[in-house]
């Protein structure tokens, strides 16, 4: 267990809806990352949150928004999804910044677009 | 850009063998972190790599890191079929992105009797 909490575990919805992933990092750590996980992208680096403010974005959908609240949990904000956005999508933390950003990752939650 | 290539991406070894995943990267960083990834669950932080010549081992598996090459390699020795997963290596960003992680594909392992 890393310490790292995500929910819902699965979302089943349907194309054109809004969905919002949530996500608790490890006590102590203040920078929160977000991942998409599918087959054939791979894994690729969403956006980063540091004590509550976006720091780095990468290959984030302008469709897609996230922040990170006070108490450091985060959440990801899906809208007008499609088939393609169907995937896994990780919560990971760190104590960035630090001597090394070893990141923690969360269980996921798996999110299907029908 | 900071680009991650691993190879290979799948690999199909027998109980007892001993094998090489390598990880090739395309800008300076010295920083290099090894993860497991079982199918369908999440990502396990297996080796944090922090300087040239770095060298980490937990029971099979062993890490090293040449910076200058550019290249960090995850050898496996004496595999057991527990060892079957998918292995990432990510590199660590510099300047402005630093922090930021970018993962290489993954190195899909099977290993059979």
């Known amino acids: 267990d890393s310490g790292v909490t995500q929910t819902p575990k699965h979302l089943i919805t349907a194309t054109g809806q809004r969905v919002t992933l949530r996500c608790s990092p490890r006590?102590?750590?203040?920078?929160v990352y977000w991942y998409q996980q599918s087959l054939d992208q791979g894994l690729q680096f969403l956006i980063q949150y540091y004590n509550g403010e976006e720091r780095a974005k990468g290959n984030i959908l302008e469709r897609f928004s996230a922040q990170q609240f006070p108490d450091l949990h985060s959440e990801l904000n899906l809208s007008s999804l499609e088939l393609g956005d169907s995937a896994l999508y990780f919560c990971?933390?760190?104590?960035?910044?630090?001597?090394?950003?070893?990141?923690?990752f969360g269980p996921g939650t798996r999110l299907t677009v029908l | 850009e900071l680009k991650v290539e691993q190879n290979p991406l799948f690999l199909s070894m027998q109980e007892g063998k001993n094998y090489t995943i390598y990880c090739n990267y395309s800008t300076t960083s010295d920083r290099l972190y090894w993860y497991r990834q079982d199918p369908g669950k999440s990502l396990e932080s297996l080796f944090v790599?922090?300087?040239?010549?770095a060298v980490k081992q937990e029971g099979r598996l062993m890490a090293s890191l040449d910076t200058k090459a550019r290249l960090s390699t995850l050898h496996i020795t004496a595999a057991v079929h527990d060892l079957s997963a998918t292995y990432f290596c990510a590199v660590e960003e510099y300047g402005g992105s630093q922090g930021n992680l970018i993962f290489g594909k993954g190195t899909k392992l099977s290993v059979k009797p």
């Open positions: 006590s102590g750590d203040l920078s």
């Open positions: 990971a933390s760190s104590v960035f910044p630090g001597v090394a950003n070893e990141q923690f």
């Open positions: 790599l922090l300087s040239n010549g």
